[in-house]
């Protein structure tokens, strides 16, 4: 069974602080998508990583995937309160049914 | 480009009643998905339509959850009867190819059982 395990799970930071989350698993994933979900709506993709050792960067988040394709990270500069949300990580699964796993979240919390 | 379309947002039934939740996905993608989310918890897949056809419905109790989509459109998914633990949000994701182009969610129908 692949998992993805999330750390941390709850983050609570003031705006301009940096921060880091992080994903990871024992099994090899083909990619790794990233979420963010806001209370009451679904999650919206942030970023798919592919290549080993990849890194993108959207603004002031930069995702970086492992060299082994079995963890990923995602790293905020100077967060601001609309970063707040729910951090999703989700790997394609094996076969051909190509459908996400997605790991628990990290809550973030951005106080002004 | 319309996004997906579930309803309704909130619903509030007692057990051992029956639901029904209804989804539109967004037009021409092929793959549709029902992952259910308890609270504190990342989205756990139901069951993957691919066309009209079911890809992958391992994880659905299907003692008590049911879930069609008719023509290749539009999907429903029935909890029947309800049980506490089902207390959760019920997301419904499309994609054109599936999980490798990433999905685009609705906003969920958060179900509570009393």
């Known amino acids: 069974t692949q998992l993805l395990e999330q750390s941390p799970q709850f983050l609570s930071i003031q705006e301009g602080e940096n921060l880091t989350v992080y994903c990871n698993s024992s099994s090899v994933f083909s990619s790794l998508q990233w979420y963010r979900q806001e209370p009451g709506e679904g999650p919206v993709l942030l970023v798919t990583v592919v290549t080993g050792g990849e890194v993108k960067k959207l603004k002031r988040l930069t995702f970086q995937f492992g060299d082994a394709r079995k963890d990923s990270s995602l790293h905020i500069t100077a967060a601001q309160p609309g970063d707040t949300g729910l951090y999703l990580c989700?790997?394609?699964?094996?076969?051909?049914?190509?459908?996400?796993?997605f790991g628990k979240g990290t809550k973030l919390s951005v106080k002004p | 480009e319309a996004g997906v379309a579930q309803s309704p947002r909130y619903k509030i039934i007692e057990k051992r009643q029956s639901v029904a939740f209804w989804c539109n996905p967004i037009?021409?993608?092929?793959?549709l998905y029902w992952y259910q989310q308890i609270l504190g918890q990342g989205p756990k897949l139901l069951i993957q339509?691919?066309?009209?056809?079911?890809?992958?419905d391992s994880q659905l109790p299907k003692d008590r959850f049911s879930a069609e989509r008719l023509k290749g459109v539009d999907s429903t998914l029935k909890i029947q009867p309800a049980k506490l633990e089902d207390s959760a949000v019920y997301l419904c994701?499309?994609?054109?190819?599936?999980?490798?182009?990433?999905?685009?969610f609705g906003s969920g129908t958060r179900l509570t059982v009393v």
């Open positions: 339509f691919q066309n009209n056809g079911v890809v992958d």
């Open positions: 037009s021409g993608h092929a793959t």
């Open positions: 994701a499309s994609s054109l190819r599936g999980g490798w182009d990433g999905y685009t």
């Open positions: 989700a790997g394609v699964g094996g076969g051909s049914q190509g459908n996400l796993i």
